[in-house]
């Protein structure tokens, strides 16, 4: 059984930084592209950051990020992090990391077939 679980969410202030973690279970962890996906009460949910878990290491980000976060992954710990800095206001949301096994379509939402359980990030000013 697929597992993922993401942990890291708290309460900031405006400017501070958070490290959100996805740990993955029962999938080859290599095989798989980790996606970092966001929802805020009444919106979409959308794509933050995502990243192939292969030696290519190849990431993506969403245009709204601004530099401001980095996705890595840890594959001896089937482990992806979420670095955020500069963290706004309009960051708060649900975060849920997500697994795929198609690379050429990382960036759509629908793709991923799995989904962790989410990890609530507030940003108070």
């Known amino acids: 059984e697929v597992q993922l679980q993401a942990s890291g969410g708290g309460l900031v202030q405006t400017g501070g930084s958070l490290r959100l973690s996805c740990v993955a279970s029962?999938?080859?962890?290599?095989?798989?592209?980790i996606g970092w996906f966001r929802q805020a009460p009444g919106k979409e949910r959308e794509g933050v950051a995502y990243?192939?878990?292969?030696?290519?290491?190849?990431?993506y980000y969403g245009e709204f990020v601004g530099g401001r976060f980095t996705i890595s992954s840890d594959t001896a710990k089937n482990t992806v992090h979420l670095q955020m800095n500069s963290l706004k206001r309009e960051d708060t949301a649900v975060y849920y990391c997500?697994?795929?096994?198609?690379?050429?379509?990382?960036?759509?939402?629908?793709?991923?077939?799995?989904w962790g359980q989410g990890t609530q990030v507030t940003v108070s000013s």
């Open positions: 029962g999938l080859t962890f290599d095989d798989y592209v």
């Open positions: 997500a697994a795929s096994k198609v690379l050429m379509t990382i960036t759509v939402r629908e793709e991923y077939a799995y």
């Open positions: 990243i192939s878990v292969d030696s290519a290491g190849t990431t």
